[in-house]
Structure formats: C-alpha cells, structure tokens
C-alpha cells in the first residue's frame, strides 16, 4: 500500500498490551512524513522540469529542423545563382567578342576605304602636277 505525507500524517496504530511509547513513534512518524513530503516535492518538481525539458527539447528539434530545411534552400538558391551568374557571364563575355570582332571589322573596312581615298587623291594630285607642268611647258614653249 502505498502511502502519500498526508496519509502518513494521519496514521493510527492500535494499541495492544503493553503498548509503544506513543511519543516516540509519533516523532518518527512526523519526521518520515517529513522526509517524505521533501522527497514527493521534489520528485514533483522533477517531473514538471522534465515535461519543460522535453518540451524545449521537441521544440528545438523542430528549430533544427527548419534551421536544416533553410540551410539546404540557401545552398540550393547558392547553386543556382551561381550558375545563372555563370551563363550570363558567359553571354556578356560572348556579345563583347561579337561587338570587338564587328569593331574591328568596321576598323579594317575603314582603313581599306581610307586608304583607297589617299590613293585617289594622289592620282588627283599627280594628275593636277602633271597638268601644271604640262601647261608651265607650253608657257615657256610659247614664250621662246
């Protein structure tokens, strides 16, 4: 049978005989009733910490396991940019190939053209050289 400090508060022995000492074995009594009641407290008080114990407990593992859900988007959002950044640098990098190569196209073209209007304008020259000296022949031609 199991007993409660109260319970043991409120125990009664029959008396027989010759009897106890009614003092003493009520002292005990009142001191393992003491000693009782300290010992159910504080299994009471352990029974609540572990029910908030377990409580934090579940609730941290739930954090964990958001906190592992979040990590493992973040990497994965990582990944992702990263290789996106990847191909548009890519892009980029191949649009400025294409643009430095129409640049030098239209570099060379305009040197080519450049360099056929110099040659006209000499054979111009030339001719006009020629034409003056044509004509300051004649001039002196004329005059002798």
Not at 102 to 115: P, W
Not at 135 to 140: I, K
Request: hydrophobic share 40%; glycine share 4%.
């Amino acid at each position: 049978m199991a007993f409660t400090p109260v319970e043991l508060r409120h125990v009664s022995f029959k008396r027989g005989l010759l009897g106890y000492q009614r003092g003493s074995v009520d002292e005990a009594i009142e001191e393992v009733a003491d000693s009782f009641e300290t010992v159910w407290r504080e299994r009471a008080d352990f029974a609540d910490r572990i029910e908030q114990l377990e409580a934090d407990l579940k609730r941290h593992r739930e954090l964990e396991s958001l906190l592992r859900s979040t990590l493992t988007t973040a990497e994965q959002s990582a990944h992702e940019l990263r290789d996106q950044a990847r191909r548009e640098a890519a892009l980029v990098l191949e649009e400025a190939h294409a643009e430095a190569r129409r640049i030098t196209r239209d570099a060379i073209a305009e040197r080519e053209r450049l360099g056929a209007e110099t040659h006209r304008i000499k054979a111009l020259l030339g001719a006009a050289l020629d034409a003056v000296d044509d004509a300051a022949g004649e001039a002196q031609a004329q005059a002798a």
